[in-house]
C-alpha cells in the first residue's frame, strides 16, 4: 500500500484533522479532548452524554481517560454498537469498556446503559431505540473506522445504513459476528461532537476514498474530528 499523499485530496475531507505522532500520543490527546468536553458540558446543563467505541484504539484512549478529572458521576455512559454475544464475552465491546475504564472510575451503575445484545439484534436495538427517545442528542460519540470505511456497525452497503431508527439491528456483517447492534445513522449524525480515532497503515486507503468523496458510512455521519497517526496519515 502507498502512503497517503496529501496532493492526492480533491475534496474537502468531512471534517478536521488533528494528527498524532504515534497510537499513543492519539490516545492521549483524545482522552484529553473528551475531558474538556465532559467539563463545559457539565457545567452547562449538569450532565455529560457520552457514546463509546469498541476497539484497540479506543482502549489506549480509556486507559489514560480513567486517570483524568471527571465528575463521573454526571455522566451518561452509552455504546456506539455491541456484538450480538453473551453478557461477559471477551468481544463484547461493554466487556472491554468495564475493564479498561467504568470499574476503574466512580460512576453509579444506573449511568451505563449498555445494549443488551445478548437477546438478539432486533429486540436489543429496539430496547436502546426506546432508552435513546430519553436522550434526544448525545454531547460525544467516539468512533472508529475499518479498513472498508464502515464506523460503529455500520457498514457500507448494508441496509441498516439507511434506517431513521436511532439504534439498528445489523445482520450480515462481513466481520464475526455477522449479528450486531449499531447506533442509527441518525443518531450519530445529532451529536454534539464526533471524534474519529484511526490509526494504522491499514486505513490509508479508507482515508483517501472519504478524502475523494466515497460515500462511506464514516462520512455520512457527518462533519467531524478526525484523530489520525503518523502510520494512517504519513504525509503530515
Same mark, same amino acid.
Given at each position: 500500500?502507498?502512503?497517503?499523499?496529501?496532493?492526492?485530496?480533491?475534496?474537502?475531507?468531512?471534517?478536521?484533522?488533528?494528527?498524532?505522532?504515534?497510537?499513543?500520543?492519539?490516545?492521549? /490527546?483524545?482522552? +484529553? !479532548?473528551? #475531558?474538556?468536553?465532559?467539563?463545559?458540558?457539565? %457545567? $452547562?446543563?449538569?450532565?455529560?452524554? *457520552?457514546?463509546?467505541?469498541?476497539?484497540?484504539?479506543?482502549?489506549?484512549?480509556?486507559?489514560?481517560?480513567?486517570?483524568?478529572?471527571?465528575?463521573?458521576?454526571?455522566?451518561?455512559?452509552?455504546?456506539?454498537?455491541?456484538?450480538?454475544?453473551?453478557?461477559?464475552?471477551?468481544?463484547?465491546?461493554?466487556?472491554?469498556?468495564?475493564?479498561?475504564?467504568?470499574?476503574?472510575?466512580?460512576?453509579?451503575? /444506573?449511568?451505563? +446503559? !449498555?445494549? #443488551?445484545?445478548?437477546?438478539?439484534?432486533?429486540? %436489543? $436495538?429496539?430496547?436502546?431505540?426506546? *432508552?435513546?427517545?430519553?436522550?434526544?442528542?448525545?454531547?460525544?460519540?467516539?468512533?472508529?473506522?475499518?479498513?472498508?470505511?464502515?464506523?460503529?456497525?455500520?457498514?457500507?452497503?448494508?441496509?441498516?445504513?439507511?434506517?431513521?431508527?436511532?439504534?439498528?439491528?445489523?445482520?450480515?456483517?462481513?466481520?464475526?459476528?455477522?449479528?450486531?447492534?449499531?447506533?442509527?445513522?441518525?443518531?450519530?449524525?445529532?451529536?454534539?461532537?464526533?471524534?474519529?480515532?484511526?490509526?494504522?497503515?491499514?486505513?490509508? %486507503? $479508507?482515508?483517501?476514498?472519504?478524502?475523494?468523496?466515497?460515500?462511506?458510512?464514516?462520512?455520512?455521519?457527518?462533519?467531524?474530528?478526525?484523530?489520525?497517526?503518523?502510520?494512517?496519515?504519513?504525509?503530515?
Amino acid at each position: 500500500m502507498t502512503d497517503l499523499d496529501l496532493t492526492q485530496l480533491k475534496k474537502p475531507f468531512p471534517g478536521s484533522i488533528v494528527f498524532h505522532k504515534s497510537p499513543e500520543d492519539l490516545a492521549h /490527546g483524545v482522552a +484529553h !479532548r473528551v #475531558a474538556e468536553l465532559a467539563k463545559q458540558a457539565i %457545567a $452547562a446543563r449538569g450532565v455529560f452524554l *457520552l457514546g463509546l467505541a469498541g476497539g484497540e484504539t479506543p482502549r489506549r484512549c480509556y486507559e489514560t481517560l480513567r486517570h483524568l478529572l471527571i465528575n463521573w458521576e454526571h455522566v451518561q455512559i452509552f455504546f456506539g454498537d455491541e456484538r450480538c454475544l453473551p453478557t461477559g464475552h471477551d468481544q463484547r465491546n461493554d466487556t472491554m469498556v468495564l475493564a479498561t475504564l467504568l470499574d476503574q472510575v466512580t460512576i453509579p451503575s /444506573g449511568n451505563i +446503559h !449498555r445494549i #443488551a445484545a445478548e437477546k438478539g439484534a432486533i429486540v %436489543a $436495538a429496539q430496547e436502546y431505540s426506546e *432508552l435513546l427517545q430519553h436522550y434526544p442528542s448525545l454531547d460525544l460519540v467516539l468512533l472508529g473506522m475499518g479498513e472498508d470505511g464502515h464506523t460503529a456497525s455500520l457498514f457500507p452497503g448494508n441496509p441498516c445504513v439507511t434506517s431513521g431508527d436511532s439504534a439498528v439491528a445489523v445482520f450480515d456483517a462481513p466481520k464475526p459476528p455477522p449479528e450486531r447492534v449499531s447506533l442509527g445513522l441518525l443518531t450519530l449524525q445529532k451529536a454534539g461532537h464526533r471524534i474519529f480515532l484511526v490509526t494504522g497503515k491499514n486505513k490509508q %486507503a $479508507a482515508l483517501l476514498a472519504l478524502s475523494n468523496g466515497a460515500i462511506l458510512p464514516a462520512a455520512q455521519v457527518g462533519l467531524s474530528e478526525w484523530h489520525c497517526d503518523h502510520a494512517a496519515w504519513p504525509k503530515f
